[in-house]
């Protein structure tokens, strides 16, 4: 059972014993859910493997309701039993109040539906290698099952679950052969991916081939098929993003950012926006609504070419605890530094006027050192804790870069007749420079040295020299180059030889879908760390040289002679212009609101570009952060310094 799993089901189970009489009596709650429950939710539920059960699910939607609105209201009472607040700012907490527990119900009660639909998406994407490992197994021993067993077993993806599924239900007799089965199987994943069903057809036929040469020609149709509906998914996938795109960059990035200037001016037309408002607005329900919209996107992208994943056991990343708790002390120091360095410089007598006092006076106000505080805390985090698992990450996929080249030179050794230490011993010294030549130099050593077996040399859990190198793909072609010395060594060269080619042809595909994701990962990265901050910057001096006008209008209509102020009527017009919100907290929430947009776009960019790799994503948010808050700053600062000629 997966992580999501584990969480759902553990959701739906406690909340039937803690919370089941929301739902009233428990047994006439039971037939009703069997005879309303949708044929697409228990679809759902049989894809995901949940162990639950529909009338569970209901409960779990009531008790996420429940608890909910629980919470919303307690908050609402504390909040508004503290302060007063004006009419927009109860209008928004009632709308929040009344809102988020009912997404909150409905998102339980459709969750199945979601996650059924993320691992088919995921599951396609595992297609490419997992037909791979079918095809290179097929090539070496023509056997159905055995191929089918091998890419389940050596293979962690989604899809491998289905395959041993596959596999056990041959076993005990639930299809009467292996082509029933098949047959079976590609009828069930020919409704999310036709390529994939006419590629295991064309697999299942090469079985039958009288000749060698025309059982190799099928094999290889078969898995082209499978590369080539993987580039035409993917690019299909780029062609829909750019309206999506153009959605998020303006109504979620651009306006929000524009009406920022506008907010002090609507006092004018009596609209008063307190603090609590701004706060829920632009730090709370914009960034939410923009990463759900952004989440909806990703949810389309097919997941091609899982990134590795990375044991705490390597070498690299000993102490990590230790390292961490480091790392979390330099955290707190560093932020309550800069936090307070505003205040502090306020206090020793702000020199040389650095600090602002009120709108448009300094360069900054005392609160945008807390905006930094945060930034510094999140880079230190993100770089310090993720930055060995991105150099770990770079080696591996290097070494999956240059593991064909060095797997073509080892068959070519191996099909002249060498021995697999001489070989191993020679492609080394021709890669030497590259990770996987010194890889290939740890196996001869091993070989030589140790005098253990081929298998040892490269899989043993001490000495070998493939331990520390976590690619499954390669991995895997390991296992079957193991497999294939046993048999004659031109044959097995050969074997070898056909692999690297398969290895190289995936890599092309990956290249070319990197390509087709460019321009909108590209644009996406230039908004976080240049557009959106140089827009954010601009706007909040606007904002500031507003309140600056607004504020003198007011000071000003004050000071009017009785004989120009007929009824008070003018006045009372200043009165209206009096700000709610000090231009310090102004930043602040601005500022915020800037570094939660930054870390939305850097997901959402890595999302696209290579999906869920944790590492990668952590490591680009602890680079862009930084970038886009400089950026940021120094347009906020000359922005305010070019406007205050204006006042």
Known sequence: MSEYQNWYCSACKS????????????????????????????????????????????VLAYSGFFVS????????????SVARYERSSLLVAAVCTGFVPLAIMVYLSEYPKIHA?????????????????IVMAMKLVPNMERAISFAAENSTRPLARDLKKLIWDIHIRVYSSMDDALITFANLWGRNSEYFKRSLHLVKSSVNEPDEAQRIMTLNKSLDIVLEGTKTMMDGFAAKLKTPTYVL?????????????????????GVRIDTLTLFLVYDILLPLVTFLYS???????????????ISDKHPELSNTGTKRKIIIILIVISGIIIGFSGYILLYLGNPL??????????????????????????????LGVYAPYKKIRDGIKQIEYEFSDALFILGRRISEGRSAEVAFSHTSHTMK???????????????????TTLHGAIFHEEFGAFKDVYSERVHTTMRLFTESVHKSHEASGMAIIKLAEHLKELQEVEANIKRSLYDVTSTMRSTAMIFAPLIGGVTLALSEVIQKILINISKETKLLPEEFNIGGIMKQAGTSTTQSIPPDV????????????VIILARFAGGIEYGGDRPQLMYDIGQMLPISILVFTITTIMSRLLFSSMV
Request: some cysteine; overall charge neutral.
């Open 15 to 58: 909340s039937v014993k803690n919370f089941s009489w929301l739902a009233g009596n428990i047994e006439k709650h039971k037939r009703k859910s069997e005879k309303t429950v949708s044929r697409e939710l228990l679809d759902a539920l049989n894809f995901t493997g949940f162990d639950i059960e529909p009338w569970e699910i209901q």
């Open 69 to 80: 609105l629980v919470l919303l209201l307690g908050l609402d009472a504390v909040l508004f």
């Open 117 to 133: 639909r993320f691992m088919k998406i995921r599951s396609l994407g595992d297609i490419p290698e997992i037909q791979s490992y």
């Open 249 to 269: 960059y303006s109504i979620f990035i651009l306006i929000p950012l524009a009406l920022v200037a506008l907010v002090p001016a609507v006092t004018i037309v």
């Open 295 to 309: 989440e909806y996107i990703l949810l389309q992208r097919p997941a091609a070419f899982a990134p590795p994943t």
């Open 353 to 382: 006027g650095i600090i602002s006092r009120e709108a448009m006076s300094g360069l900054i106000p005392p609160t945008f050192p807390v905006v930094w505080a945060i930034t510094a805390m999140i880079t230190i985090f993100c």
């Open 433 to 451: 420079g590259s990770k996987i030549g010194e890889v290939f130099a740890d196996v001869a050593k091993n070989l030589t040295s140790i005098r």
């Open 586 to 597: 102004f930043l602040l929430v601005v500022g915020v609101y800037m570094v939660i947009l």
